[in-house]
């Protein structure tokens, strides 16, 4: 076999796991045994940029950044749906239906409807050329490099499809990887996500596409629209997308009266908590696409369609009391301590406030009668008050205006949501989530050491911060409750370890308000070592990629506190690393600093991921588009000639592989 040959087996055999693991949910090989795969074929690629092939599998990973989405029409308008709330909404329709095509026997098909954001991808010769977010119908945001990496999304299709259309879908979160997702924000001391869709939909505008390839988003398909399509119906249209290589869920069901219209609408009303993603309906649609074609659109929606939406599931029940919770970074949030109920299958007996604002919208008071909904989110929120039971006498709710936990009156800062206990260094649930949080497995990975035992040895006395933990001894933790010999010996022996973890990882353990993970990374790349990044001012700060106000600021006032400086301090006595490896600094320079290029077409020492790496690890900026801000235009072999004309036009200097190499 030669390389070309292997680097197409490679692709295809990729395609097909991915199909199996992503569409069917029936993998057949390990993930290791892909990941092993995969890192072959992008090797081989990096080798051979000549074979780049822009449906690659190796392109999920994303790593393209945009600045801008481009706003382009959509080829055919994305249309609304009607709704219908009822049982006669729905058999009115069908009557209307029947009324205007005459007197022939008509079919449905219906389908789930799902709560995401819509999407509208073109295919040509059996390759992704192009994804497009609704917008207002006629016009939306090319969001192609963030859609690409939704590994349900078929990037090459298979069998017999048509030259050139466009398959309608709607990209959502399930259940499960959303709650993941809220996890890691938790421990990150970022506030969770409020419900999928929203989540869904902001994901397709973020503008790192690597970003994007973390979040498990899935593709749900529902409808094609092109010329010469050679298809007869919805049904089997949904069963040629799903022959194609999409994902379209299976439920969908072809009905041959309104009787199995209800009883495919009654089901899913009872049955959609079972699904593993969020759905607010059911979409009915005249199966015979001749007939839709008949039928036409009204200003906004067609007349072949209705969808049914399901009413949210409620419950009332009794708010015994409102109690607040105090989070590691000192954030306050009012919890409903309620009556339990039984909500969509599952008994509640709290549901989040969320903040000072919300409760007085609604008014909500102890001793009230509330309704409870359970939408998307997981935990389930209180919507209103049942004024008539309000119990006589009843007072309007005081926002607590001093600290659960300590005393400490509270503060909310100008656009906060939310009120915050100032109290960092004294008050308990924050001293110990601040530890609890140093030690956790994304920051300083601390073997031997949990968040029951953070909260004992704090209880008694002997830390009161996590530069604390390194002067501990076994002779103090022996004598602690269900401390044996070998556990304490672990528990040094994890807190001496930890003076290996890179440096990446300790900025995000020291916990300061909204540097996360990815922000720890950008910031420890962008500084090299925690004396720069301590020196750094505002203004510099915001110059660093993704770097906004709010977070240099919160970085600013991190290390102006005396107390966070002692800390550092002693952690560096301790050996803790507080600088870039001497590996990673040797392939980064400055070089760059202030230019921003874009690189296009197909290069021949280098595959353009590399050079895109080589370009930020020696400092500079990787665009997507020219624009005046753009400092070169690196081009390759087969670059489109409409970028040409653009750089040229801008005066904006165009170099070779060989000029960018010699650069650096
Ligand atoms: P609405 O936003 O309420 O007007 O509803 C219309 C939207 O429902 C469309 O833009 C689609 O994105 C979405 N939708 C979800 N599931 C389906 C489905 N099975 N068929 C058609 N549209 C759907
Ligand atoms: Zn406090």
Redesign the pocket.
Known sequence: MNVAEKINALREELRLHNYNYYVLDKPTISDYEFDMKLKELQDLEAKHPEFYDESSPTLRVGGMVTKNFETVAHEHR??????SYSKEDLEDWEKRIQRNLGDVPVQFTC?????????SITYENGKLVKAVT?GDGFQGDDVTTNIKTIKSVPLQLKGDYPEKFDI???IVLPFEGFQKMNEERIENGEDPYMNPRNTASGSLKLQDSAAVAQRPLEC?L??IVGDNLGIATQFEMLQKAHDWGFKVPTV?KLCKNTEEVMDFVNHWDEHRHDLPYE???V?V?VNNLQYQDELGYTA??PRW?M?Y?FKAEQASTVLVHISYQVGRTGAITPVANLEPVLLAGTTVKRASLHNADQIEKIDVREGDTVFVEKGGEIIPKIIGVDLSKRPEGSKATKYITECPECGTPLVRKEGDAKHYCPNQYGCPPQITGRIQHFISRKAMDIEGLGGETVELLFKEGLIKDYADLYDLTKEQILPLERMAEKSAENLIKGVADSVNVPFERVLFALGIRYVGETVAKKLAKAYKNIDALMAATMEELVTVDEIGERIAESVVDFFKNEKNLAMVARLKSHGIQFELSAEKLENQTDILKGSTFVVSGVFESVSRDELKKLIEDNGGKVGSSISSKTSYLVAGDKMGPSKRTKAEGLGIPIITEQDFLQMI
């Open positions: 994305m249309y609304s749906l009607e709704n389908e789930l409807k799902y709560d995401g954001a819509s999407i609704r309608r879908g709607e749900l529902y409808g969908a759905t607010d309906g979409v649609k906004k929606s369609a969808a939406k």
